[in-house]
């Protein structure tokens, strides 16, 4: 039974480059959600999808950052230009609706030089 | 703005011991609060989920209880086993506006030593 699946699961490049991190939900799953964690903040979420449509990107930091989903079983984040404020461990969870269960990817780790 | 707070954010006893993690959170009007462990570089396992209607959840050594007017949650460990050894987290989805996702606390590091 797979779980959401999130690629690369490390990632590490220079300042000022284009970054892309992707998400496989579980199938059914009809909620999105991608969440940062930080040792400062914790885990915090960025936006939320239903039914492929962003419903909340009230988490999202700054205009550099941009998330799609085109469709029910993948998911993009992006950032543009990326800084290293941005080094972070980013999570892509679902779930059936959203107030179910969340089942969380392993993440990406994320580092910004 | 709604907060979870996890106390003690670290604990360390010997194996065998039955143990509480706490949580609490602000805002009582929730739809759920999930309890997750997370393993070092590992992403958050899912242990137990209750919904605002319930009082509490068990699965196997775990216990979960929820007092919604109170805004605390505990779950109860029993017989810990080295095994154990995780950062457990907390987190609440809200049924008011402005958070449309898990709020959740810093976590208790818990070591369970042999």
């Known amino acids: 039974d797979a779980g959401v699946i999130q690629s690369p699961r490390h990632e590490v490049t220079e300042m000022g480059q284009e970054v892309t991190l992707r998400c496989k939900p579980i199938?059914?799953?009809?909620?999105l959600f991608w969440y940062r964690q930080t040792m400062m903040r914790g885990l915090e979420l960025l936006i939320y999808f239903n039914n492929n449509v962003p419903i909340d990107d009230s988490g999202m930091p700054e205009d550099r950052f941009s998330a799609k989903m085109p469709n029910a079983s993948f998911s993009t984040l992006k950032i543009q230009p990326s800084e290293p404020r941005d080094s972070a461990v980013y999570f892509c969870a679902s779930s059936f609706v959203r107030n179910q269960p969340q089942h969380f990817g392993d993440g990406t780790r994320l580092s910004i030089l | 703005k709604q907060e979870v707070t996890q106390i003690p954010a670290a604990l360390s006893v010997p194996e065998g011991e039955n143990l509480v993690l706490n949580c609490s959170f602000t805002d009582s009007a929730i739809y759920n609060l999930q309890w997750f462990r997370q393993d070092p570089g590992k992403g958050l396992t899912s242990l137990l989920l209750i919904q605002s209607s319930q009082r509490e959840q068990t699965s196997g050594r775990l216990n979960a209880s929820l007092d919604k007017s109170s805004g605390r949650s505990t779950l109860y460990i029993a017989a810990s086993q080295p095994g154990d050894s995780a950062t457990y987290l907390c987190a609440v989805l809200y049924s008011g506006g402005g958070a449309d996702g898990l709020t959740f606390g810093k976590g208790t590091h818990l070591i369970i030593q042999p």
């Open positions: 199938s059914g799953h009809n909620s």
